[in-house]
């Protein structure tokens, strides 16, 4: 588990801020009310940040602060200074942050900004900038921030790592480059990737506004002036990495199936139609199978619709262990799941259609008044389809009610 240290001569603000870690956060945190009790915690733990008050009985000034940075930590500085000049100063360092601790509102702030570091670790930024010097400090401050960074040096290096790298979640480019500027690479990644898929950032020194125009009606999410401070730079570079989940939250939410995490209907037809062309093309080994709890309706009358919420959930944990990553699962109402079973043999598909049987027979459900629930499934099957998707989704459903009415734990296929 990850571990934050605090360290604050107030004990009470101190013991607040850990419990509000650990409630809202659920990471672990060690408090220390003097320096040299934070380097007894240095030396055997490696913490995920570290919170510091500028007024310790042991630490003059900015001393605990530097202790800190010369020993490769991340940190947060809390303060009850307000003078700008020495905020300025503070930011100046390879701090992430400068606090004033002035309050309740400033405690949530500081829970807001680990929370978004937390999520910070599961981006990476691809940093496009001809001056090696400024690239440097680009990567060092995202690298603050808890991001994986790449840079390279202009826009057709930058394309040719988009190709081989297509997590990246935000490409952070100058204007004026060699090759290719940052304009035309803002064009070119556009004509692959959306808004949805990926933000750009564009940064100049030349910012009028009708360049900044230019920029944002081609793609971009932002513009950035130089020169710019450290906290406008964290603060823009978030926004866009929080716009992209929050999109990618909706889309998650309109794809999926509310109770078992699944992908929904909708998307199964989105996702299906061009791979079924593609598949059938290419002579791609594939299955489509329709899948059904078996006496649905009597387990529902008879354990309630919460258990039967829980039987459902419970297939579709089996069904997701149980398939490859590639492969699509997908709730298509009720107690009815479709399954597509992708770049394999006829001989491996049943082999996979077995396990699903005997694993789902073996299991155990418990209901809410703790009974062991124990059910099957019947499973119809098409292999190597040569209709169209919804000719073939038919046979597969055909299949289905066919074994149904051969009785329970049945597959039968084509």
Do not use: W
């Not at 790298?165 to 035309?184: A, C, F, N, R």
């Not at 149980?322 to 049943?350: M, P, W, Y």
């Amino acid at each position: 588990m990850m571990k934050i240290l605090v360290i604050q001569e107030n004990k009470t603000l101190a013991k607040l801020i850990a419990k509000k870690i650990s409630s809202q956060l659920g990471m672990e945190t060690d408090i220390a009310y003097k320096l040299s009790e934070a380097k007894l915690f240095l030396k055997k733990y490696t913490y995920f940040l570290t919170l510091i008050d500028l007024n310790l009985p042991d630490a003059q000034g900015t001393q605990a602060v530097e202790y800190l940075l010369q020993k490769n930590n991340k940190v947060i500085v809390l303060s009850d200074n307000t003078d700008k000049e020495f905020r300025k100063g503070m930011l100046e360092k390879n701090i992430i942050s400068y606090v004033n601790k002035s309050g309740i509102d400033d405690i949530n702030y500081i829970i807001q900004t680990i929370k978004r570091l937390k999520k910070n670790q599961n981006h990476k930024i691809l940093v496009v900038e001809d001056s090696l010097i400024f690239r440097k400090q680009l990567q060092k401050m995202l690298e603050n921030m808890f991001f994986k960074v790449i840079t390279v040096a202009h826009g057709e290096e930058a394309l040719g790592m988009l190709e081989v790298t297509p997590d990246i979640s935000l490409v952070l480019s100058d204007y004026h480059m060699p090759v290719m500027d940052g304009l035309e690479l803002t064009k070119e990644i556009r004509k692959t990737y959306g808004k949805k898929d990926l933000g750009i950032i564009a940064i100049s020194n030349n910012g009028d506004g009708e360049q900044t125009a230019l920029f944002l009606k081609n793609g971009a999410n932002d513009y950035i002036n130089k020169p710019f401070s450290k906290e406008e730079f964290s603060c823009r570079i978030n926004n866009s990495i929080e716009a992209l989940e929050n999109i990618h939250i909706i889309t998650n939410h309109a794809n999926r199936d509310f109770l078992t995490g699944l992908y929904n209907k909708r998307y199964f037809y989105k996702d299906m139609q061009p791979y079924f062309e593609e598949a059938k093309i290419s002579n791609e080994s594939f299955a489509i199978v329709m899948i059904n709890i078996d006496d649905f309706k009597n387990l529902k009358d008879s354990f309630g619709d919460e258990t039967a919420d829980q039987i459902i959930s419970h297939l579709a944990d089996i069904l997701r262990a149980n398939t490859n990553q590639h492969d699509l699962v997908a709730r298509f109402s009720g107690e009815e799941f479709c399954i597509v079973l992708k770049n394999t043999s006829q001989e491996n598909i049943l082999k996979v259609l077995q396990r699903l049987k005997t694993k789902v027979k073996s299991s155990v459900t418990l209901s809410q008044e703790a009974q062991e629930i124990r059910f099957t499934i019947s499973i119809g099957a098409v292999f190597n389809p040569e209709d169209t998707l919804e000719d073939t989704l038919n046979q597969a459903d055909m299949m289905l009610h066919n074994a149904k009415q051969n009785g329970i734990n049945q597959l039968l296929h084509n």
